[in-house]
């Protein structure tokens, strides 16, 4: 069995522009080294918007360096970015944005939804880029729901869904640049199960919902964040009440971490020349891609 590192909860919610609130369960600066190769995750939601004709969210701004991976539950985001990458996502449906030498983009709620109002619930993670492909060009990735194979776990335990890496030969989607595993896991009140992932990996579970035990004894009510150390090949999970959690899982990528806002790279120097490419609109502008005007207005 894997032991238990540490866990991390976060008391108190903060907004990402008017359209995200979030709890930060980790970021870089927090519990760097231990979750490389994810810097970040940030848990929107769960949140009642009321109807609105106002555009929620976060307008234009950059990113270089790693990816943004966004989850949704429930809601509609629409996503721009000055690569042509681009989409509305869904319940179910995932981005893999791979910001790489750098873009920027806009991240708002979906005309529709807003308009609608209702629940919304969403992640998003970060996950760091090694230095050989930190400039590399930029790649989105629109993964649907049904793109995305469910496995169903033995005695009737819940549901996994492989979004990335692979879970007992099943392969997800999701292109990745390093090794990564991203598993989206609902276990039912009452069951246990024990996941089986890579030794010598980063291994973390988010825990979205619920209250779960451990193998171990450690009762972990969401939103929390379990890391554990990276020998061992199992982890075993007892659901007390009905578990909503990500496993994440990934070879560390054993390199400096130097971030600054929506660029993390490998040094000052990094930092700096991204700063100069940013300011110099090397990372493009949403105004130049064609169409640009139509989406705003669809
Ligand atoms: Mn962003």
Do not use: C
């Not at 793109?147 to 869904?161: M, S, Y």
């Amino acid at each position: 069995m894997k032991k238990l590192a540490f866990t991390r909860q976060v008391p108190g919610r903060h907004w990402v522009g008017d359209g995200f609130p979030v709890r930060s369960l980790f970021t870089y600066d927090d519990s760097g080294a231990a979750l490389s190769p994810f810097l970040l995750l940030d848990y929107a939601g769960p949140h009642v918007f009321p109807p609105t004709s106002r555009k929620l969210g976060v307008g234009e701004h950059p990113h270089r360096g790693f990816e943004t991976v966004t989850i949704v539950y429930d809601g509609e985001v629409d996503h721009r970015d000055s690569s042509g990458g681009g989409g509305r996502i869904g319940p179910g449906d995932v981005q893999w944005m791979t910001a790489a030498g750098g873009l920027v983009h806009e991240e708002f709620h979906s005309p529709g939804f807003a308009q609608r109002g209702g629940r919304f619930e969403m992640v998003q993670l970060w996950v760091n880029l090694p230095e050989r492909s930190k400039l590399a060009p930029p790649r989105y990735q629109g993964i649907r729901a049904g793109q995305i194979p469910t496995v169903t776990l033995a005695d009737g335990a819940g549901t996994l869904r492989v979004i990335a890496g692979s879970h007992a030969g099943i392969a997800g989607p999701a292109r990745t640049v390093t090794p990564i595993d991203v598993w989206d896991v609902h276990l039912h009140q009452g069951r246990q199960t024990t996941l089986t992932v890579q030794a010598g990996h980063t291994a973390a579970i988010v825990v979205l919902a619920g209250t779960l035990v451990l193998g171990s004894g450690e009762r972990l009510e969401g939103p929390r964040l379990a890391v554990f150390e990276r020998q061992g090949e199992r982890i075993s999970l007892q659901a007390e009440s009905a578990v909503h959690l990500l496993f994440l899982g990934g070879e560390p990528i054993d390199e400096p971490i130097v971030g600054y806002g929506p660029f993390v790279m490998n040094s000052r120097e990094g930092i700096e020349q991204a700063i100069i490419d940013f300011q110099a609109g090397r990372m493009g502008n949403l105004g130049e891609i064609a169409g640009s005007e139509i989406a705003r207005s669809g």
